[in-house]
């Protein structure tokens, strides 16, 4: 597996699933048993534009106006604790720590407060006040507190106590890998690295070494123990395909039997910001996206120097919409920075996402004069290109990431692929079939090129059988992609099978409903099958799906003269 960076937070989830991890998450507050009433405010404008940013998910804006608000009312709870979300969102922590306490003068304690509270402490590495704020309950969430309090234990030099707490989570149903894997870095960061190693290298280490910190914390403490052998063997075990600078430079060192520093975690700050880290990816996908970006803030606070997290906060931020955001979370990181190239693709897609599709290409066209040799930037800039419809130089883009692949690879299949779309839409599809093929050749069964190539083919009229066959084995490797179940029913359509072409359209229409494309084709089996009034009706809502004005024209040709009129008058002008 290639564990590059951009995958990073994705694979913690995948692997604390794999864990059985099940964790409550950072809940929303839960709501007082009599609501609040409205805040008493003079400036009502201002309230209600906090709340509408609040909920529009635009932390800067919600911070302006909830502080304006506060100008009114400074000792509201609800403003308080708009304005806490508002710069836990926005990362601003030395802000938050105020509201936080402004905020427990007048209402109890909620998780947003005590996430900024023990954040706080932890900066400060106040750890005997952060063990005091536990006790008093402030709670982050579930096996969060226990993870905290023994990274604060171990700060204060009690490293009994502080495996007490690791333990606890590891006896926890559901938690296990988190508590080993916590457990690891601390033995490891107090200097026990062969009590590290019996933990990766043991019952745990089938989760624990499938993430990308994980394995790079093990080869560290086996470089440590100067094995950097067995490092370099468990190095090309887990990392294949095309590596980023950073993983090039490390099978480097290792070869060269130079001695890794441990650093993923140096001390118990440290280790509270992995916690928070991995309990952000833990529960990432289960729990609010605002929720997660709050524990990715609090991590990146106490170790801004950490690019895994700087990646983290910007993709959530991309998940929440504020891509502006985002882009800025992104430039973070520097040009020095082995990851510098994924932010830098990361960035461009979070300006696309935001309109600014030239700046995106600027953004990339720039990265491939610095980093033009890594394959992932060439299908970066290829696929931003080829979505702008700017085939001519997505090819070259392309061409270029292929000249890079040294060897026949698995994971390069989108080259080709990606290679034949942009020949396929220049009209010079004889030479896009070569890259198909060369795809399949790479990825077989792959239902993505299966599919183009052989609803191409139907559309054309060419290589018939083999096209069914293609479509037939796409739906049978992606039985719930309804476009993939569209071409499969509008190829029975081509090839005359009228009746067979009936079920599985209608069943790529109950999975693409408001795809203009697949209702359009929807109405044209309904009619062949003598369902004229029901072929009418789809024409009808094909239309109010807005698809492009060419096909637009046809359906309204369909409706005002029938399916068999539009026929006939095509086949008279080809």
Known sequence: MNLSRPVLCRLFVTTLLVFGLSLPGFAQDAPAKDPAPEPLIDNAGS?????????????????????????????????????????ISLGNFDGAATTATTFLAQSSTNNSVALVLVASKAQNEDFAGLLGLIAQGQSVGGALDDLVAGWAEQGQGRMTEALAHFDKVIATAGFEGLGYYQKALALASAGDLEGADAILSGPAAGSISTFRRGLTAHLQILSQLERNA?????????????????????????????????????????????????????????????????????????????????????????????????????????????????????????????????????????????????????????????????????????????????????????????????????????????????????????PQVLNYLGYTWIDRGENLDEAVKMIETAVRAAPDQGYIIDSLAWAYYRLGRFADALAPMERASLLEPVDPVVTDHLGDVYWVNGRQLEAQFQWRRALSFEPAEKDAERIRAKLEKGLDSVLEQEKAGQ
Not at 48 to 67: C, G, H, P, S
Not at 263 to 271: I, Y
């Open 230 to 446: 067995d490092a370099l063997k468990l190095f090309d075990a887990s990392f294949h395909g095309a590596l980023d600078p950073d993983l090039v430079d490390l099978r480097r060192r290792l070869a060269a039997g130079e001695p890794l520093a441990f650093d993923v975690v140096s001390g118990a700050k440290q280790g509270i910001a992995e916690a928070l880290f991995t309990y952000a990816s833990a529960i990432g996908g289960k729990a609010d996206e605002e929720v997660t970006l709050a524990f990715a803030r609090a991590a990146l606070y106490l170790r801004p120097d950490l690019t895994d997290i700087k990646l983290m906060v910007a993709e959530h931020l991309r998940g929440l919409g504020q891509f502006g955001l985002a882009a800025d979370a992104y430039a973070l990181i520097t040009p020095e920075d082995p990851a510098y190239h994924m932010a830098e693709i990361g960035r461009a897609d979070a300006l696309s996402s935001a309109g600014d599709t030239d700046g995106a290409i600027s953004v990339l066209q720039d990265l491939v004069k610095a980093h033009g040799d890594l394959v992932q930037v060439q299908l970066a800039l290829g696929d931003m290109l080829r979505r702008s419809e700017r085939y001519a130089e997505a090819l070259v883009a392309y061409d270029a990431g292929i000249a890079l692949v040294q060897e026949p690879a698995p994971w390069a299949w989108p080259f080709h692929y990606n290679r034949g779309v942009c020949l396929e839409r220049l009209d010079r599809f004889d030479e896009a079939v070569p890259s198909f093929r060369k795809a399949l050749a790479l990825a077989p069964n792959q």
């Open 47 to 87: 309230y209600l534009a906090a709340r509408l940013a609040a909920a529009d998910k635009d932390f800067a804006a919600a911070a302006e106006w909830f502080a304006k608000a506060l100008a009114s009312a400074p000792q509201d709870p609800t403003l308080l604790q708009g304005l806490l979300l508002a710069q």
